[in-house]
């Protein structure tokens, strides 16, 4: 399964339940951990190297992903972040989730809205926030089933 971009404007049709069960805005937490941008060889780095030698489950990554998708462009649209760029892609039992944003844009309202919405349904996601030496922020999220 590749990368794709999402689109801001994609949502999950009302009353339709995610992958698990869980319908989109149901409040749920997740861990964060505040990373700044750093050589390989911190959590990010392994948590990156394990996600790119995983095999790819064709059938549940789309799944997934299609879900991810509608999950992340409601948590830009919800938190009103200006993203730069924003990724989705799943292997078999991993997805990743990447969101870049300019020195100026916050992203605490987006780990909120992220973290909330997928915590329940990905109980070990990982939430990672590095920041550039540009001061160019990016939210990674490692998400397992």
């Known amino acids: ?9 994609g949502r999950r049709p009302a009353g339709t339940a995610a992958p698990g069960g869980l319908l989109p805005g149901t ?3 997740a861990p964060v951990l505040n990373r700044p941008a750093s050589p390989a060889g911190n ?3 392994v948590q990156e190297d394990r ?6 489950d064709q059938k549940w990554a789309s799944s997934t ?6 999950v992340l462009a409601s ?29 100026l844009t916050t992203d605490e309202d987006l780990i909120l809205y992220l973290g909330t919405d997928m915590a329940e349904v990905f109980p070990r996601s990982k939430i990672y ?5 540009r001061g160019e922020k990016k939210v990674s999220i490692f998400v397992a089933k």
């Open 129 to 133: 926030r590095t920041v550039n030496d």
């Open 27 to 29: 409040q749920i937490r």
């Open 1 to 9: 399964m590749g990368t794709r971009t999402v689109a801001q404007e």
């Open 65 to 70: 992903q299609d879900f991810l998708d509608d």
């Open 75 to 103: 948590a830009i649209s919800n938190a009103g972040v200006e993203a730069k760029g924003a990724e989705v892609s799943c292997r078999s039992a991993t997805c990743r989730i990447d969101v870049e944003m300019d020195r």
């Open 43 to 45: 959590d990010i780095a």
């Open 51 to 56: 996600f790119n030698q995983e095999a790819v």
